[in-house]
């Protein structure tokens, strides 16, 4: 069950009455994703398209395929696909209490509040596309058969790093979860997983994957993923789920060998999380790219998973100092291990598992020292601002995929993790440094690197500290962190398009680096 943590609402309410809470709420939901998904693209997209093809002259048109008629065929493809991206944010609406689009109908309009586009005095600003197209790839990226070389490629080492070095139980954060496959992944391993994020397409949508798709009772029965979805049954207890259809790509009229490729619809989710939770074995989960997946239980909470009670300490091994450290508990069963031993341990894994998500900034979120203050908190030095989250120094794993580069300020995320994890508490990181608030003027070679060059836009744009590699990890070591584990130059895809004349690899690194105890 997907859970909002208390300290994320107060991280969302900081400085700001119910008022602002539910004017951003329903701002974001009922408007943004309604005007956005249909009206908003559809101008930009099909209207644009139609514009401008409309400009050609008779023997212009007559050098394309299927000449006038092929033109309209286009265009009527590329609104239907647009509309069935709005019909699915609107059961992402719909499930979140809002109001859907005029494209959906069979909704009770006395269950859902009204609009608040209705009241006609809202103005979407154009660069929150972006981020509906963003959560558009993000879906392909972790709920479809498409992103599975991604998540193997990103997912796969940090989900082996944590197999190797905790047992069942341990609590493990995830800021910047999305769309919440990864903390899915680690909660059904039975961890005590817990996903942050602070954007509201992402967690409303990841709200309705995780909760939303239905199961129905009638067709649970035997079977692996593709059983589930409808295919010949294979291994295992599966439930069938329903099967939701998006268009990902199709605000992509770039870098097409063919108009299918930007229309082509993508079937969601690949397994559901509950049967992710529920039912996963070793080889489902070799099947979806992934190192591994097992059952666990998706559970309420408020706040960080509660730590291990005394009983399951003393079955869990000492504080993890090295990758030798060998739980007495393992996650996975051991090569050749029989059917009974690998029943043992699904039930331990759905005894230890537990999912919850906190909605908030990282940096607001997990700051024992914010959220104890009533109002907005006074500025203090870095040194000052590290030695007061140490309270909240429970967590036995922080995992960073594609993270550590949103911060304006790195060395802020270090001394927070520093705070949060338990002495042995372990570190575990993949991703670039593409450093999301550098300067967007800086490739034109404007003034954009001054202040004044960002003028009118977020504050951290002109807080960007853009350190290498090299730099952090000289950081994480001065601040307690011994980096035990090391490679640079791991590729990985992002967001990948496989039939486009375009993709984006990066040369990520990975470590995992351990909270040396202090010395008393």
Known sequence: MLVCSESGHQAVKRGAGDELVRVVFSFLTALLLLEFSNSFFSRNIVKRMQKHHAKLTRAQVALLPGGAEGIKTKLANYDAALKTNQRFFDRVLLHIGEAPSALTTNFDPRAVKAPAYALGRWQVPPHHANKLSGTLHALSRDWAREGRLERSEAYGPILAALKARLPLGSTVLVPGSGLARLTCEIAARGFKSQGNDFDFFMLFTADFMLNGIAHPQEEE?????????????????????????????????????????????????????LNLLENASDEEAEEGGLEGSFGGAASPGSGPPAPPSSEERTAKAA?????????????????????KERAVLREARAAFGDLSMCAGEFLLAYDARQLAAAAGPEEKGLEERSGEVKGLGEWDAFVSCFFVDTAPNVLE?????????????????FGPLTYHWADPFSELGSNGMTEDGCRGMDERYSQSLELS?????????????????????????????????MRTQYRCVFFTAVLRAEEE
């Open 221 to 273: 029965g035997p079977g692996g993923p593709e059983a589930a979805r409808g295919g010949e049954t294979k291994r295992g207890s599966w439930r069938r789920h329903e099967v939701v259809t998006v268009h990902p790509w199709v605000h992509s009229l770039t870098n097409n060998l063919s108009h299918d490729d930007a229309l082509r619809p993508i079937k969601l989710p690949d397994v559901s999380a």
């Open 469 to 501: 590699w090299e730099e952090i990890r000289h950081a994480l070591q001065q601040s307690g962190f011994q980096v035990e584990e090391e490679r640079r130059d791991v590729p990985a895809h992002y967001t990948l398009n496989e039939p486009a004349l």
């Open 413 to 429: 995320y270090i001394a927070l993790v520093k705070g949060i994890l338990r002495p042995g508490g372990v570190w575990v990181n």
């Open 319 to 339: 504080p993890v100092s090295s990758a030798a450290a060998a739980p007495p508990l393992p996650p996975f069963a051991p090569p050749g291990a029989g059917q």
